[in-house]
T-cell receptor, first 118, second 113 residues
């Protein structure tokens, strides 16, 4: 079974530029998550989708970050304009069904995109 | 606010010995706890979990202990192997927030020969 795919793996941009990350979850997984992991910290949830609907975006800086999940499969996360403090690894994860709990709710992570903002 | 804390940023242990990783939490509403393992340049992978109705869960060399009154959990790895060298994250979740995990900052484990 293929895992969660993310691209690009690395991205370097200058502040005030825009950037987009792509995620393809495990086939059949209804729930998709985007996390931000700043160096030395644990992952922090930015946004959570159930199929193509947003169920939690309370920690997403909506003035500069946006995300969508078209057709309930792939997802993109965009930052516009980027700031220096956005330098982090952006992780995408998916789970079979967040409403079931237990093993079905286990989140599987992709390798992440390392963003450096200069 | 940091609701899940891993106060030891690093741990060095000899191969064959026990590794003990600790995690503390502040939110009494958390009812499900997980440990993830992360290698460099890879995403975290699920290792083991425990529900708040239990105080111990075991899976092979890995055992997680939960002390609800102390709001503390620990992960024991016995015996430690070189392949266990990684960053370990503790995470917690609330019943009314399915899927939303709060992560600790992680503990870097190095297993030496």
């Amino acid at each position: 079974e293929a895992g969660v795919a993310q691209s690009p793996r690395y991205k370097i941009i200058e502040k005030r530029q825009s950037v987009a990350f792509w995620c393809n979850p495990i086939s059949g997984h209804a729930t998709l998550y985007w996390y931000q992991q700043i160096l030395g910290q644990g992952p922090k949830l930015l946004i959570q989708f159930q199929n193509n609907g947003v169920v939690d975006d309370s920690q997403l800086p909506k003035d500069r970050f946006s995300a969508e999940r078209l057709k309930g499969v792939d997802s993109t996360l965009k930052i516009q304009p980027a700031k220096l403090e956005d330098s982090a690894v952006y992780l995408c994860a998916s789970s079979l069904d967040r409403t079931s709990g237990g093993g079905l709710d286990t989140q599987y992570f992709g390798p992440g995109t390392r963003l450096t903002v200069l | 606010d940091q609701q899940v804390k891993q106060n030891s940023p690093s741990l060095s242990v000899q191969e064959g010995r026990i590794s003990i990783l600790n995690c503390d939490y502040t939110n009494s509403m958390f009812d499900y706890f997980l440990w993830y393992k992360k290698y460099p340049a890879e995403g975290p992978t699920f290792l083991i979990s425990i529900s708040s109705i239990k105080d111990k869960n075991e899976d092979g060399r890995f055992t997680v202990f939960l002390n609800k009154s102390a709001k503390h959990l620990s992960l024991h790895i016995v015996p430690s192997q070189p392949g266990d060298s990684a960053v370990y994250f503790c995470a917690a979740r609330r019943t009314d927030s399915w899927g939303k995990l709060q992560f600790g900052a992680g503990t870097q484990v190095v297993v030496t020969p």
